[in-house]
């Protein structure tokens, strides 16, 4: 959500200065967990430009309207997937950046040739692979020390 927000503010506020501040506080609201306040704000620009359709395709593609009630739905379907404080507190990355490079990581080292894995070996691997490139301690804490030592 947070990659979409620029898109977001671009159709609420057309002028540059203006939409990067307006982007940054969206941007805020969405990482402090002010998802109400955030609604209400979107919805009401939203409003602004068209009512709440029953069907957002019913909206002209690619207008203000439509991306902003897209947003909003997006908001409203996945809300408890964005509990971006609590994710932090945590340590979980909530960028999809390092997520897709850890995705990454792990297909390149399980796709090649002659690799073929079942569902529970290929799930025993991707953790390896996970934790290995965590750099934190659960790495070492797989291994017995010996092993570890060699």
């Known amino acids: 959500m947070i990659s979409r927000t620029p898109l977001g503010a671009r159709q609420m506020q057309p002028d540059e200065k203006k939409r990067r501040k307006l982007y940054h506080r969206l941007k805020g609201q969405l990482f402090n967990g002010q998802l109400n306040k955030l609604l209400r704000e979107l919805a009401g620009d939203a409003k602004a430009l068209a009512p709440r359709p029953e069907n957002i395709a019913s909206l002209p593609a690619q207008s203000a309207a439509r991306i902003l009630w ?81």
């Not at 947003?71 to 609590?86: A, F, G, L, N, W």
């Not at 897709?100 to 894995?117: D, L, Q, S």
């Open 70 to 150: 897209t947003h909003i739905q997006y908001i409203e379907t996945y809300r408890e997937h964005m509990d971006y404080p609590r994710y932090r507190l945590r340590g979980w990355p909530i960028a999809r950046g390092p997520v897709e490079a850890t995705c990454k990581r792990i297909g390149n080292r399980m796709k090649g040739a002659n690799k073929r894995w079942t569902r529970a070996g290929a799930e025993a691997i991707a953790a390896l692979i996970r934790d290995r490139a965590r750099g934190d301690k659960r790495w070492e804490s797989r291994w017995p020390p010996q092993i570890l030592a060699a």
